[in-house]
């Protein structure tokens, strides 16, 4: 098994930055790809940004040239700076992971709020 433990989240005024990261333990061989997701509120959860662990990324068109996501395979955490933040990245961001061989994520963290005010 894996655990993601995401932490960095809170409350920001548009335009302001925030950084979030993501901790994984375990089984951590298991794993390939990591990423974000976020969720607002009455909406489904969407991909963020992914970043294979050989640093291969991809991004939301919502997000492209505003968040960056990495990765430091070493500590086994991935990172989302996230900046020029708009309202409607408000949401609950969860951190994923996925299993060597799959394509969806198999583990998700507990989530981490994420608030933009205008």
């Known amino acids: 098994q894996v655990q993601l433990v995401e932490s960095g989240g809170g409350l920001v005024q548009t335009g302001g930055s925030l950084r979030l990261s993501c901790a994984a333990s375990g089984s951590v061989f298991m794993i390939n790809d990591m990423g974000w997701y976020r969720q607002a509120p009455g909406k489904q959860r969407e991909l963020v940004a992914r970043i294979s662990s050989g640093g291969s990324t991809t991004y939301s068109d919502s997000v492209k040239g505003r968040f960056i996501i990495s990765r430091d395979n070493a500590k086994n955490t991935v990172y989302l700076q996230m900046n020029s933040l708009k309202p409607e990245d408000t949401a609950v961001y969860y951190c994923?992971?996925?299993?060597?061989?799959?394509?969806?994520?198999?583990?998700w963290g507990q989530g981490t709020q994420v608030t933009v005010s205008s």
């Open positions: 994923a992971a996925v299993r060597k061989l799959a394509s969806n994520p198999n583990y």
